[in-house]
């Protein structure tokens, strides 16, 4: 089994100077990194480039079958797994059809199974990189505001020498979160069933 090829931040180092007009400190491109990964946490998906996913799904016992996506390219094949553990390619035998936001239909052939792990769907999804770019400027953002309040303080004072910091949202004291204002940038490309 391959290891699957790591998926780019959603913003460069270079993109990041610009931003700033600063030279990047140490750790910008792992900050990058973190952030993107947040957002596709946070979204439920991977979002972007388009990539070649092979998932493992509970069978939903219905004509209609929800992918974890909101852009789907191409359906390469589905296989359902029968209780007994036989295997069926629905595709070409079975009539399905399917839309980008990732939903399948079995317009013939009956319902889809019932058996928890029992899809196996392999797919072509994501948008194109240039096709985000408010989530280029929602990652520099949000490293911008972590690499220049990398503890979270709240309050300063310079004569007594007193620093605050204070809880971000859930709680967290600094790092890379998704703040009320960026989680309204992103509803766009987060997953409704996504919990």
């Not at 480039?49 to 359906?75: C, E, H, K, W, Y």
Request: with cysteine; proline share 8%.
């Amino acid at each position: 089994m391959s290891t699957p090829t790591p998926l780019p931040p959603f913003a460069t180092v270079p993109q990041y100077e610009e931003l700033t007009g600063q030279t990047a400190p140490p750790g910008t491109a792992d900050a990058l990194a973190g952030a993107s990964a947040a957002i596709r946490r946070y979204c439920g998906w991977h979002i972007a480039p388009v990539i070649n996913a092979v998932l493992t799904l509970d069978g939903p016992g219905t004509r209609i079958l929800m992918l974890p996506t909101l852009r789907m390219v191409d359906l390469n094949a589905v296989t359902e797994i029968a209780r007994d553990g036989t295997t069926y390619d629905l595709l070409p035998d079975v009539d399905l059809e399917w839309s980008i936001n990732g939903t399948v239909r079995k317009r013939s052939g009956g319902w889809f199974t019932t058996v928890l792990r029992g899809l196996v769907v392999d797919l072509d999804h994501g948008f194109a990189m240039e096709d985000v770019a408010d989530l280029t400027q929602v990652v520099l953002n949000m490293v911008a505001r972590n690499l220049s309040n990398p503890y979270g303080v709240t309050a300063q004072a310079v004569g007594g020498v007193s620093i605050s910091s204070g809880p971000g949202p859930g709680g967290q004291v600094g790092g890379l979160v998704v703040f009320p204002e960026q989680a309204a940038q992103l509803q766009s490309y987060r997953l409704e069933r996504w919990p």
